[in-house]
């Protein structure tokens, strides 16, 4: 052991004291520079003018498509400013789906063999819908409920455009969107079985903005899916009080989307050294992509400006932590995480030299909750840790395990351990997806307030002596 002010001397302290860590934390020298940190970030605009950097010059990066490529020429162009030892890519393949036009009306009755639009509807379609191949016309039978699909006869449902006008809930946690989203992921393959001819969800999304909330559908279930498309909340609204009335509902349906071939992008990953040669790293990420109806700014773009601010505030320090922290930004995580996944792929039998990962990926609110899932021995730097955050307003939650994120949770599935930075919820859900998921959304305070809450993670942990895993292949 050296004599450098180390996480590794508090744990043999507290160990050898059998006192509680927090009791003296804050005066030790790591303590000193988070509180430093914090105060750093919690003024810091580097997160901010990153996250205006990534919406403003580059916008809309829908995987596959000229603005994701864009994208990740910013993300090496910027990490490489920002003076990152090492900055590279590693490709990511996947189907390319595309969006050419959609819309869609409430039609009139028939009159003189014709009808007419009463009413155009706010829709978006669903990721990985075919094409309508030409305008659809059809009525719609309403269900509001998955499982109430499930349960319905062919008969009641063949020919017709199914409706799904399940409302999302709105929680601190966004449990609500779990409850919902199976209309999206398994309802063109549940209205295909049918016999339907196309599909309309009342948007998961939690806003009564005009403004609807794509989405993919799910890569994992097989055979086919109906044309799919999410309408806005008012106008399922809308279309309930007609519903209701018990008349036939007539929609016209036009959508030109589809899978368009393959496309290649890039994980971007960017590294600062550690100032021991310990060949171990943390890994922070977020995704790098969007999607194509807004500028990415609450998902993930927040994300991304949060990890690689903190690795640059941390970087800074006159001292450098003991081990190399990891930026990964991941590619096409919306359309079926497919960065995340090949990135854990590529990177399974170099598990060892991961400490721990961490991801941001639910928008810029506040931090208000600490998870770790660790080893018992790593137990005194998470204590560390959330001693610290607990200046922040965060609560360290130590009954429930992390979950890593979508793509860094891929790690943690091999073995990883990881640690979640919960954010509040609560208006994410209202942007998400949406034309309205722009940089105004944001505010700033409550993303300086993410940047300490990450500079405090990236320190403590990259600093560390402690074992954290590998823990059991999780399912
Ligand atoms: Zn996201």
Redesign the pocket.
């Known amino acids: 052991m050296n004599n450098k002010p180390c996480i590794a001397l508090v744990t043999c302290l507290s160990a050898f004291l059998a006192i509680s860590f927090p009791v003296f934390a804050a005066d030790n020298e790591p303590g000193k520079t988070v509180k430093q940190l914090q105060a750093d970030a919690l003024v810091s605009d580097l997160a901010w003018d990153t996250l205006a950097s990534l919406t403003s010059e580059v916008g809309p990066r829908m995987g596959g498509s000229d603005g994701d490529l864009l994208a990740v020429d910013w993300a090496v162009d910027n990490m490489q400013k920002l003076g990152f030892d090492r900055v590279w890519k590693e490709p990511v393949t996947f189907p390319r789906w595309v969006r050419n036009h959609e819309s869609a009306a409430v039609m009139s009755a028939e009159k003189d063999g014709k009808r007419i639009v009463v009413q155009p509807l706010a829709i978006t379609a669903i990721g990985g819908s075919p094409s309508s191949n030409g305008t659809l016309l059809a009525e719609i039978t309403e269900f509001d409920s998955i499982e109430a699909l499930e349960s319905a006869s062919n008969e009641a449902v063949k020919g017709k455009i199914v409706f799904l006008s399940t409302r999302m809930r709105k929680t601190h946690d966004g449990a609500g969107y779990g409850e919902t989203v199976s209309n999206r992921s398994r309802g063109p393959f549940v209205a295909a079985e049918k016999g339907a001819a196309a599909l309309l969800i009342r948007s998961v999304g939690t806003d009564n903005n005009r403004l609807p909330h794509t989405g993919m559908m799910s890569g994992s279930l097989q055979g086919p899916r109906v044309p799919s498309a999410a309408i806005s909340n008012p106008d399922a609204d809308n279309l309930m009080l007609l519903v209701e009335k018990g008349a036939p509902v007539v929609v016209q349906l036009d959508l030109d989307v589809g899978f368009d071939g393959e496309a290649t992008s890039y994980n971007v990953v960017g590294e600062f050294n550690g100032r021991d040669d310990s060949g171990k790293h943390i890994l922070i990420g977020a995704?790098l992509d969007s999607w194509d109806l807004g500028t990415g700014a609450v998902?993930?773009g927040a994300g991304v400006a949060l990890v690689m601010a903190a690795a640059k505030m941390v970087a800074d320090l006159p001292t450098r932590p003991r081990n190399a922290t990891r930026v990964v930004l991941y590619a096409n995580?919306?359309q079926g995480i497919y960065g995340g996944k090949e990135y854990a792929r590529k990177h399974a039998e170099d598990l060892s030299g991961f400490i721990v990962g961490a991801e941001s990926?639910l928008g810029a609110d506040r931090i208000y909750r600490l998870k770790a899932s660790t080893l018992p021995t790593a137990q005194i730097t998470i204590d560390f840790l959330a001693h610290h955050l607990k200046a922040l307003g965060i609560v360290y939650e130590a009954d429930k395990p992390a979950y890593g994120g979508a793509d860094v949770g891929q790690m943690r599935r091999l073995g990883m351990p990881a640690i979640d930075l919960n954010q509040d919820a609560s208006r994410y859900f209202d942007l998400h997806h949406t034309a309205n998921d722009t940089l105004d959304k944001v505010n700033p305070q409550n993303l300086q307030q993410n940047l300490a809450a990450w500079v405090t993670l990236v320190f403590i942990t990259a600093d560390s002596t402690d074992t954290f895993g590998p823990l059991p292949v999780a399912e």
Do not use: A, Q
């Open positions: 995704h998902d993930d995580e919306e990926d």
